[in-house]
T-cell receptor
């Protein structure tokens, strides 16, 4: 059974810092990995999708990397802003042939202080 | 348009009530999902529909009954719920097949009293 772990569980940084969120998964037979952002009481916003054949993806100040063989992904946030405060979730998609499931980590709660 | 729309946003229901949650997308996605999320926990998969057929049921109690009337709509019918079923219910969709990006709605906050 796939297990996804995110470290740290919570992170508080001053505005302007660069930071790294970590995600690890136990079964490397994944099809892709997706990073989401969730504001309190809200739905999930997709940030980046990395296919299993890719090494990284970038969108604005965000960069996500994937090392499938070692079961790890990182989300790098450059020049953090108070608006980045949210919970960040990583999720991996398995290789089932009928439908497919996303397995989520517990998330990293990020607070960026002005 | 990458929008998944869920209604209602909030729902309070008694344990003897019957209610339905609705989810709609117009992105041409052929896979749709229901997730349940408790406070400070990650979403947990409940059901997956692929091309309007139920493909995954994560051993969800029968008081939750999913329905996919067409490729754009997904319903979750609720009956005789328990207080511990109170949670944020999230709908998601993806193009279908492997390797596609999932898009989530804003969720329905359900409270069972």
């Amino acid at each position: 059974k796939q297990e996804v772990t995110q470290i740290p569980a919570a992170l508080s940084v001053p505005e302007g810092e660069n930071l790294v969120l970590n995600c690890s998964f136990t079964d490397s037979a994944i099809y892709n990995l997706q990073w989401f952002r969730q504001d309190p009481g809200k739905g999930l916003t997709s940030l980046l999708l990395i296919q299993s054949s890719q090494r990284e993806q970038t969108s604005g100040r965000l960069n996500a990397s994937l090392d499938k063989s070692s079961g790890r992904s990182t989300l790098y946030i450059a020049a953090s802003q108070p608006g980045d405060s949210a919970t960040y979730l990583c999720a991996v998609r398995g290789e089932e042939t009928s439908g497919s499931r996303l397995t989520f980590g517990e998330g990293t709660q990020l607070t960026v202080n002005p | 348009d990458t929008e998944v729309t869920q209604t209602p946003k909030h729902l309070v229901m008694g344990m003897t009530n019957k209610k339905s949650l609705k989810c709609e997308q117009h992105m041409g996605h052929r896979a749709m999902y229901w997730y349940k999320q408790k406070a400070k926990k990650p979403p947990e998969l409940m059901f997956v529909y692929s091309y309007e057929k139920l493909s995954i049921n994560e051993s969800v109690p029968s008081r939750f009954s999913p329905e996919c009337p067409n490729s754009s709509l997904l319903n979750l019918h609720l009956h005789a719920l328990q207080p511990e079923d109170s949670a944020l219910y999230l709908c998601a969709s993806s193009l279908g097949g492997l390797g596609t990006e999932a898009f989530f709605g804003q969720g329905t906050r359900l409270t069972v009293v």
